[in-house]
């Protein structure tokens, strides 16, 4: 009976251990999916690569893209990285995109995760349309905004004087120099990288980051009077007018009643 009871309670023991211990690596790999999937918002893809939920969906990690790539600007994520594994992607510091106008790496994607049609125009690919990401800049740390001149991601930048442009305005502070400042044109930038590899600051302070991250979004509800394209979408829009108590009154009349604010 004894040896029944101190049976019974190592089982309760071991089974209360195997289950702390399920959850401990339950938690290690969802911690771990978690980053991956935090990750993979921030990660740059190669040119062509679909929206990334659909692109992590559709890529087989076959690895093709980066076999492909003649300057090794691909890496697959591997174990540890705390990126989807098996999934290419760049970093523009260390290897940015070089721009081939052949895109080896496209056309060998056998899923379609690299789409070629949307690095294509009238039938041929086309680089310069690509859309790995966008180069922002960081305005404080960049030494052309402080008056020094230096115009070395403007000179980098395959789409020279379209992608970057150079921002001419006096420096008051010296009263006798110029500022050359970068300004970036968010619809003509690939984000290749090739400024972020250029940058001379110690960390780069023009840098590439995917597009949904980089940009906001004004939404529907704006419209740029200015812009023909843009104000046909008043055509068919409707409006809805709420009513409060307070819109009830003209508005010089709510002015006046100012009875609340004693």
Not at 61 to 86: Q, Y
Not at 119 to 148: Q, R
Not at 152 to 169: Q, W
């Amino acid at each position: 009976m004894k040896k029944q009871v101190i049976s019974d309670r190592r089982k309760f023991i071991l089974n209360m251990a195997r289950g702390v211990g399920l959850a401990a690596v339950g938690g290690l790999v969802w911690s771990a999916y978690v980053d991956e999937v935090t990750a993979s918002t921030l990660l740059l893809r190669p040119p062509g690569a679909i929206k990334e939920d659909d692109f992590l969906s559709t890529c087989i990690k076959c690895g093709l893209c980066v076999e492909a790539c003649p300057f090794d600007t691909l890496l697959l994520a591997k174990p540890g990285d705390n990126k989807p594994l098996g999934t290419p992607y760049f970093i523009p510091r260390d290897v940015p995109c070089y721009m081939c106008t052949d895109i080896p790496c496209v056309p060998v994607c056998p899923t379609g995760a690299l789409d070629a049609a949307s690095v294509t125009t009238d039938g041929k690919l086309d680089i310069n349309i690509a859309d790995m990401g966008v180069a922002v800049v960081d305005s404080k740390n960049c030494i052309a905004f402080w008056g020094i001149q230096c115009d070395a991601c403007y000179r980098a930048c395959p789409l020279l004087g379209t992608a970057i442009t150079i921002e001419y305005s006096k420096n008051e502070r010296t009263g006798k120099h110029a500022f050359m400042k970068p300004i970036v044109d968010s619809d003509v930038c690939t984000g290749c990288g090739l400024c972020e590899r250029a940058c001379v600051t110690e960390k780069a302070s023009i840098f590439v980051l995917p597009r949904e991250t980089a940009l906001g979004r004004a939404g529907d509800y704006y419209i740029k009077g200015w812009d023909k394209e843009d104000e046909k979408r008043l055509e068919n829009a409707t409006s809805k007018t709420t009513t409060t108590e307070i819109s009830k009154d003209s508005a010089v009349d709510s002015l006046n009643d100012s009875e609340d604010l004693y």
